[in-house]
């Protein structure tokens, strides 16, 4: 699979049945080739009209199964919001 079809699925938090958007970034291991994290947008300051200050870091291990539209991740959301 490739980084472009990854960034085109949709994030849901299986604890949660929460979408939480579509990767738009990833994370590497230089010294492995490895994806340690999908890196997603956060929510929205107000409406998503003012962009965003934080986004969701998603490690790899939180990663429960990808399909074909969508990639189910088990995670406490609070710990992977990070401020930017």
């Known amino acids: ?9 949709e994030v849901i938090n299986s604890c949660t049945c929460k979408s939480l958007g579509c990767p738009v970034d990833v994370e ?5 080739g490895q994806i340690t994290q999908l890196i997603i947008p956060g929510p929205g300051k107000f ?8 986004e969701y870091c ?7 199964q990808i399909g074909e539209d969508i990639i189910l991740v088990e995670i406490q959301e609070e ?3 990070k401020k930017l």
């Not at 699979?1 to 699925?9: A, F, G, P, T």
Request: aromatic share 10%; proline share 3%; net charge positive.
């Open 1 to 9: 699979m490739r980084i472009l079809e990854l960034k085109q699925k």
């Open 28 to 32: 590497f291991d230089s010294c492995s």
């Open 47 to 54: 409406c998503s009209f003012l962009g965003r200050d934080s």
């Open 58 to 64: 998603i490690p790899w291990k939180c990663i429960r």
């Open 79 to 81: 710990h992977c919001l």
